[in-house]
């Protein structure tokens, strides 16, 4: 699911969390009120930029933000239960997952390698197979 359709399903408003900014197809970043965090330094090309790990507690108090967006960086985290549990604990409305449709095993460095991978962190699918 695109996430920029995940984000107006949700009919959300900001603030807005965005794990993993570097992957950013909705370019949320341009939303005011947004909040990007990634693991890695963007903050020479992103704005409202923190760098942190999201595999450890994240530096927000609880229900900080309306949503919480996780485009296509899940996959690649060692603790993805953990980044989970954080998202939901900053986010009073909901949180998006997207992850992108490389066949399982294709990217090296991806941690979770199939749908099953993650329907056991609790994760639902929509009706066209996307999970949610």
Known sequence: MDPRHAFQHLNARPPILNVGCESDPAQLWQIPGTVNMDIDD???TTPNFIQHDAC??????DKSFETVVMSDCLDHMEDPQAALHEAVRVSRSGVVV??????PGEVPDHYLK????????????TGDGDLC
């Open 56 to 61: 450890t507690p994240w530096p927000f108090a």
């Open 98 to 103: 997207t992850l992108p449709k490389d066949p």
């Open 114 to 125: 199939h749908v099953e991978d993650l329907k056991e962190l609790g994760l639902r699918t």
């Open 42 to 44: 963007w903050s020479g």
